[in-house]
């Protein structure tokens, strides 16, 4: 095994005992939300109506009941909340609740909201609805995979599930096209027709309407819809209709509204990041982007008219303090002006002088990072934690990091089993 193998082996160890939360005993008390490995856990029913809170507030927003937006506040609420359950103690079981409650909630709302308005309709007024509720359902699914972001990272990819998009594009698929399919296609094909006897028809609508078939049938439809449509209706259209479709462009025509990332804020706005403590942070735009999560806050919000931006941060002002410092570091060496050379040099020399702190604040950076999705301050911190305990058993590890396993006999097995 190289270096590179047993670095990332070790990190990959090391994040899941920070999943299973196991408790880092100290003399001194921590102070920041994200850096206390906490003894109790909330439950499913004490977390879930926080986040139904903002699903109720996103789909009354969609149905143009509310016109308020979300805050940068209530972002990191959300985000924070879903990350502090699915890092406690039974942080797999707690991530799974989440993801079966996610999907739940879209089911919920398509068969509440979004079939009922497409009963009984048909031809060009089905489409248009139908055109309607995909692309509201792209701008809840965009902003609820941000809130839930944090199963992406992790749980997702380790049970080998469908991505947050992907499950939400399947309930589509599943609910939508299950009820629906054949008189969408009977209302693509009389358009058509409509067009071969000379009349004019809203191209764009059929084109957009095709585009759905082909974004879901990325994910779990083996023959596009137009193959379909072929296939079905061969005898009659002898081959015409197959031309017209071979000579449209299937585009997505995702509405600015839905692109949450097409209004860049200025690099000349300061972003300023409150800690735990009620400290602030004020730190250049390209800074704040170092981390993903604070990138996406901010890409998620971008109609503010101030010279500034408000993110609060479940961190201390101890490890808020350090996390700028190393993205102010690197945001300087990444700058073009930057000597090449001292970059290459003197970062590599900084950075070890950086990480070169105590235990307790070595795992605090994991954690911080963690929270932050910075994956290069994690990388760091984590070899680092890798080069100590390079050669130990798991007891030497343990008792050199005062590493104390509170699990109960059902948990231990619950954690391994799942695991």
Request: glycine share 2%.
């Given at each position: 095994?190289?270096?590179?193998?047993?670095?990332?082996?070790?990190?990959?160890?090391?994040?899941?005992?920070?999943?299973?939360?196991?408790?880092?005993?100290?003399?001194?008390?921590?102070?920041?939300?994200?850096?206390?490995?906490?003894?109790?856990?909330?439950?499913?029913?004490?977390?879930?109506?926080?986040?139904?809170?903002?699903?109720?507030?996103?789909?009354?927003?969609?149905?143009?009941?509310?016109?308020?937006?979300?805050?940068?506040?209530?972002?990191?609420?959300?985000?924070?909340?879903?990350?502090?359950?699915?890092?406690?103690?039974?942080?797999?079981?707690?991530?799974?609740?989440?993801?079966?409650?996610?999907?739940?909630?879209?089911?919920?709302?398509?068969?509440?909201?979004?079939?009922?308005?497409?009963?009984?309709?048909?031809?060009?007024?089905?489409?248009?609805?139908?055109?309607?509720?995909?692309?509201?359902?792209?701008?809840?699914?965009?902003?609820?995979?941000?809130?839930?972001?944090?199963?992406?990272?992790?749980?997702?990819?380790?049970?080998?599930?469908?991505?947050?998009?992907?499950?939400?594009?399947?309930?589509?698929?599943?609910?939508?096209?299950?009820?629906?399919?054949?008189?969408?296609?009977?209302?693509?094909?009389?358009?058509?027709?409509?067009?071969?006897?000379?009349?004019?028809?809203?191209?764009?609508?059929?084109?957009?309407?095709?585009?759905?078939?082909?974004?879901?049938?990325?994910?779990?439809?083996?023959?596009?819809?137009?193959?379909?449509?072929?296939k079905d209706n061969a005898a009659f259209y002898s081959g015409g209709l197959s031309n017209w479709i071979a000579s449209s462009c299937f585009k997505d025509d995702t509405t600015k509204e839905e692109k949450l990332n097409d209004n860049p804020i200025a690099s000349s706005k300061k972003i300023n990041l409150i800690s735990s403590d009620g400290d602030v942070f004020e730190v250049d735009y390209a800074v704040a982007l170092m981390s993903k999560t604070i990138r996406d806050v901010i890409e998620s919000n971008p109609g503010s008219d101030t010279d500034s931006i408000n993110i609060p941060v479940s961190l201390s002002r101890e490890m808020l303090g350090k996390v700028t410092e190393y993205c102010k570091k690197h945001t300087e060496a990444s700058n073009s002006n930057y000597d090449e050379y001292i970059s290459n040099v003197d970062l590599n020399d900084?950075?070890?002088?950086?990480?070169?702190?105590?235990?307790?604040?070595?795992?605090?950076?994991?954690?911080?990072?963690?929270?932050?999705?910075?994956?290069?301050?994690?990388?760091?911190?984590?070899?680092?934690?890798?080069?100590?305990?390079?050669?130990?058993?798991?007891?030497?590890?343990?008792?050199?990091?005062?590493?104390?396993?509170?699990?109960?006999?059902?948990?231990?097995?619950?954690?391994?089993?799942?695991?």
């Open positions: 095994m190289n270096k590179y193998q047993y670095l990332r082996l070790t990190l990959s160890l090391y994040l899941l005992l920070l999943s299973l939360e196991i408790v880092v005993a100290d003399s001194e008390p921590m102070n920041s939300n994200m850096e206390e490995c906490k003894r109790t856990s909330k439950s499913f029913e004490q977390v879930w109506p926080l986040l139904q809170t903002a699903v109720d507030r996103l789909i009354n927003q969609i149905e143009g009941v509310d016109n308020t937006s979300f805050t940068s506040q209530e972002y990191m609420s959300y985000y924070t909340t879903v990350y502090e359950f699915c890092t406690e103690r039974q942080g797999n079981k707690n991530s799974k609740l989440l993801y079966d409650q996610y999907k739940k909630v879209f089911e919920e709302y398509i068969n509440s909201m979004v079939l009922p308005s497409l009963r009984g309709k048909e031809n060009e007024l089905l489409l248009r609805e139908l055109l309607r509720r995909w692309s509201n359902h792209k701008i809840m699914t965009s902003w609820l995979l941000r809130f839930f972001h944090f199963l992406d990272r992790y749980y997702i990819p380790r049970r080998q599930l469908p991505s947050l998009e992907e499950t939400s594009f399947l309930s589509f698929h599943d609910l939508v096209f299950d009820e629906m399919n054949k008189q969408v296609v009977e209302a693509i094909l009389y358009m058509i027709d409509q067009e071969r006897a000379g009349k004019l028809i809203d191209r764009t609508l059929v084109n957009n309407t095709l585009a759905i078939y082909s974004k879901i049938g990325q994910i779990t439809i083996k023959s596009t819809a137009s193959e379909r449509i072929i900084w950075d070890a002088k950086f990480i070169d702190v105590d235990h307790q604040t070595l795992f605090n950076l994991v954690l911080s990072s963690n929270y932050l999705n910075m994956q290069s301050l994690l990388d760091l911190a984590s070899n680092k934690i890798a080069d100590i305990i390079k050669g130990k058993t798991p007891e030497e590890i343990r008792k050199f990091f005062n590493i104390k396993d509170e699990f109960t006999p059902e948990e231990q097995e619950f954690s391994w089993d799942d695991n």
